[in-house]
């Protein structure tokens, strides 16, 4: 199948900072992404959602951003926490209706430094 | 509510037995999923359901077994365990999406399957 990845596999960031992380997807039907968060020994949590006819949504210190022309999806965290610090899922599907077809990238780890 | 509860949290076989990975949520939530991760990745698709009565394949279905048999219970069963699947499975749950909504998938806490 088609992949999803994330162009870096760990980022650190000092308290207070702002946040990006990217993730590149190349399901060109690709039309409904998902931010997840998952901290150690737990299981992911949702962040946030984007369907492929908008470009930004934002959340609470969230914002997701989404460039269909270079299939790029990325996450943008504003003044990182400690408690930010996981690994962070992008997840696609082809049809958001359809129910559970996600695919996932690897990850990224974010590790937030005081 | 409880959200997603999955039992067991540690389970431990030898190659070639078998078991259910327990799943459930509260919620009244259409879709339920199963998926497994394996160290460095991210979360594959073993089997998904969008109702009680319908369940089909994700991307690694190959070993598993699932049934939909009430709205809240989603079962995966390992049918012959084999080492390649050690694993942490986690189950999700989620409301049918809508355009005016998140559609905010619920995972389980994970359980972690050694086979020998």
């Known amino acids: 199948g088609e992949s999803v990845g994330l162009h870096l596999p760990t980022l650190s960031v000092q308290e207070g900072d702002n946040s990006i992380i990217n993730c590149a997807y190349s399901?060109?039907?690709?039309?409904?992404f998902i931010w997840y968060k998952q901290e150690s020994g737990k299981g992911p949590q949702f962040i946030i959602d984007?369907?492929?006819?908008?470009d930004k949504r934002q959340g609470q210190r969230v914002t997701v951003l989404l460039n269909k022309t270079v299939k790029h999806l990325s996450l943008q965290i504003a003044a990182t926490q400690p408690g930010d610090s996981a690994v962070y899922f992008c997840?696609?599907?082809?049809?958001?209706?359809?129910?559970?077809?996600?695919?996932f990238g690897k990850g990224t780890s974010l590790l937030v430094t005081p | 509510n409880a959200g997603v509860t999955q039992t067991p949290k540690f389970q431990v076989l030898k190659t070639g037995q078998s078991m259910t990975l327990q799943c459930a949520q509260d919620?009244?939530?259409?879709?339920m999923s199963w998926y497994r991760q394996d160290p460095g990745m991210g979360l594959r698709l073993i089997h998904y359901?969008?109702?009680?009565?319908?369940?089909d394949q994700g991307e690694v279905p190959n070993g598993y077994n699932v049934s939909r048999s009430t709205t809240e219970d989603f079962p995966l069963r390992l049918l012959s365990a084999a080492p390649s699947q050690t694993s942490v499975y986690f189950c999700?749950?989620?409301?049918?999406?809508?355009?005016?909504?998140?559609?905010?998938?619920?995972f389980g806490p994970g359980t972690r399957l050694t086979v020998l």
């Open positions: 999700a749950s989620s409301y049918f999406p809508s355009e005016s909504s998140y559609n905010e998938q619920f």
């Open positions: 399901n060109s039907a690709s039309d409904y």
């Open positions: 984007i369907r492929s006819n908008m």
């Open positions: 997840a696609e599907s082809e049809n958001s209706n359809s129910g559970y077809a996600l695919n």
């Open positions: 919620m009244n939530h259409e879709y």
């Open positions: 359901s969008v109702g009680a009565g319908i369940t």
